[in-house]
């Protein structure tokens, strides 16, 4: 009987153990998933403007650490333990570094990734054609180009302005510059009187969905424009 009594007892401790042990089992189940980076390309740092970007990681038993093992950040920059890429880059160029991630495991599971990181000069504007003075005429051109991933609501004005002060517009330009765009030429044309010149490049570009704004300013030595025949 007191077999018989104790037996409603034992069930409970069965199906306790039962119940531990499938958690315990589903548990390692997770653990085992195998360690992957998902990171697999990063976005482009610009020079001297803070970056901040994630790397990403699934499976293995977490905490995860990650660490810089081979190759350069570029100046500037560092890699945090949690996988973050930090910094404002402070020097223009290609970056090739490896990357690895532990987890918490016993032993440790390790997986390892290689990059490429460019560093981009976000707005670049470049004469093509210096200003020059063509009988009554001062001409010229420049380039703009948009080495990043997002696209520009770009400004351009270029400006003559003489002696007194007064300023006369030789170009002017309003568009949509893509992303990835490499030297568009842009030229600027216009008759002044007689005079001396000093002409003015400013080109502003905005991110209308982070609100940033970038700008250049070119200028030259002035020209002279002499009375004609």
Known sequence: MRFGKSMPRLEVTLGLLLLLGGTSLAQRADATEPLTITTLTLP????????????EARGGVSPLDWELVRGDLPPGMDLRADGTLSGAPTKLGEYRFAVAVRDSAK????????????????????????????DQRI???????????????????????NDTGRATTLG??????????ERQEIPFGE?????????????????????TIYRVHLDRPPLQIVQGP
């Open 44 to 55: 482009r740092p610009e020079l001297h403007h803070q970056y901040d970007f994630r790397l």
């Open 191 to 211: 008759n002044l009187p007689p005079g001396t010149y000093q002409v003015n490049v400013d080109v502003v570009a905005e991110v209308l969905a982070t609100n």
């Open 139 to 161: 001409e010229g051109a420049i380039a703009v180009s948009n080495e990043t991933e997002r696209n520009f609501d770009l400004t351009l004005i270029v400006v003559a302005v």
């Open 107 to 134: 032993p440790a599971h390790q997986r390892n990734q290689e990059y490429t990181l460019r560093v981009v000069t976000p707005l670049l504007a470049e004469w093509t054609r210096f200003p020059e003075v063509k």
């Open 172 to 181: 002017y330009q309003h568009f949509n510059l893509k992303s990835n765009t």
